[in-house]
């Protein structure tokens, strides 16, 4: 159980589109769904952290008005990446987690790569 | 702010070798403490925890203990195997409440036959 799902699993894209990606949880619900983003060989960074229904909470130095972040369901979250640079090239990967008055433990997707060309 | 130093890799080992990944904290009060896994084209997954002082989380063989003097969470094994490949990251959870999960930089594991 506690499988989360993204897609794509890898997309390219041309500098200054948009990209969405998906993430779902598939067999739980997930109020809380946390954005990281991983830089080769380097550590995972969190971008920001969502709840079902509420804006996102973006870490510092997150630019939210390029980083979009929509929680709609309780299985759904979406990172959108608006006019997308090469500096955007990076592996992303969601997680999330249910809670109900105690923190859960998050569970993993398996990455979005995205490639700006 | 709260930090977590992993020693740097790769490692690469012999199959059978023991295997120990040095994982240093930097938290206020008592966080909770993770190891998780990355095998190749897959997701993280949690290979163990220990949310308190003196305690051993252990799967698959694996272990670590939450060492509060030395602010420590070492991850050992006594065997390893070639299916143990893998990038491993050590995290911590602050103890008030947040869900908020801070990595180490990850260490590459590689086991040749």
């Known amino acids: 159980g506690a499988v989360v799902s993204q897609h794509p699993s890898w997309v390219i894209c041309k500098s200054g589109t948009s990209v969405k990606i998906e993430c779902r949880s598939l067999d739980f619900q997930a109020t809380t769904m946390f954005w990281y983003r991983q830089f080769p060989k380097q550590s995972l960074m969190l971008m920001a952290t969502?709840?079902?229904?509420?804006?996102?909470?973006?870490e510092q130095g997150v630019e939210k008005d390029k980083f979009l972040i929509n929680h709609a369901s309780l299985t759904l979250s979406t990172l959108t990446v608006t006019s997308a640079h090469p500096e955007d090239s990076s592996f992303y990967i969601c997680s999330a987690s249910g809670t109900s008055g105690r923190v859960y433990e998050q569970y993993f997707g398996p990455g979005t790569r995205l490639t700006v060309t | 702010g709260d930090s977590v130093t992993q020693m740097e890799g790769p490692v690469t080992l012999s199959e059978e070798a023991f295997l120990t990944i040095n994982c240093t904290y930097t938290a206020t009060g008592y966080p909770s403490l993770f190891w998780y896994v990355q095998y190749p084209g897959e997701g993280l997954q949690l290979l163990l925890k220990a949310t308190k002082a003196d305690d051993k989380g252990s799967n698959k063989g694996f272990e670590a203990t939450y060492r509060k003097e030395t602010t420590s969470f070492h991850l050992e094994k006594g065997s390893v195997q070639v299916s143990d490949s893998a990038v491993y990251f050590c995290a911590l959870r602050a103890p008030q409440g947040a869900q908020k999960l801070v990595f180490g930089q990850g260490t590459r594991l590689t086991i040749n036959p």
């Open positions: 969502s709840n079902e229904g509420s804006k996102a909470t973006y």
